[in-house]
């Protein structure tokens, strides 16, 4: 974990709405250039995420709109938050089948700790 990492796991439910701000793309920087499309702002935002656990809940809709771009990071990280709205236990059930590995196992691993789980993903 880099030190950014570290000052923002530091800061707790504070790092939220900055977190919020590199996911949605409105973090840029002196050149215009949202930190999102730099690549390691936005896994790191991802992975701090995981870290904050419950405290990241604000995140989910964005975490999940990762997850449609293929980020398996996003798949754990919404693992982390507790209980999950339907659209998001769909949208992580819906990895399942993705030919990424990773996506998949992340993907599958998230789901296992969410409850009704069985509305949402036909069994056998």
């Known amino acids: 974990m880099v030190d950014a990492e570290r000052e923002l796991v530091a800061k707790g439910a504070a790092a939220v709405p900055i977190l919020i701000s590199i996911l949605d793309g409105t973090a840029r920087n002196r050149f215009g250039v949202a930190y999102r ?3 390691l702002p936005l896994r790191g935002a991802i992975e701090v995420a995981s870290h904050l656990g419950l405290l990241a809940k604000p995140l989910e809709k964005l975490l999940v709109q990762e997850l449609s771009r293929g980020s398996h990071p996003a798949a754990r990280a919404l693992g982390y938050l507790g209980s999950l709205e339907a659209s998001s236990v769909i949208a992580l059930a819906g990895c399942l089948d993705s030919r990424d590995d990773n996506l ?4 599958a691993a998230a789901l296992p700790h969410k409850r009704g789980i069985r509305a949402f993903v036909k069994l056998g």
Do not use: C, F, N, P
């Open 37 to 39: 499309d730099l690549g």
């Open 104 to 107: 998949a196992a992340e993907s």
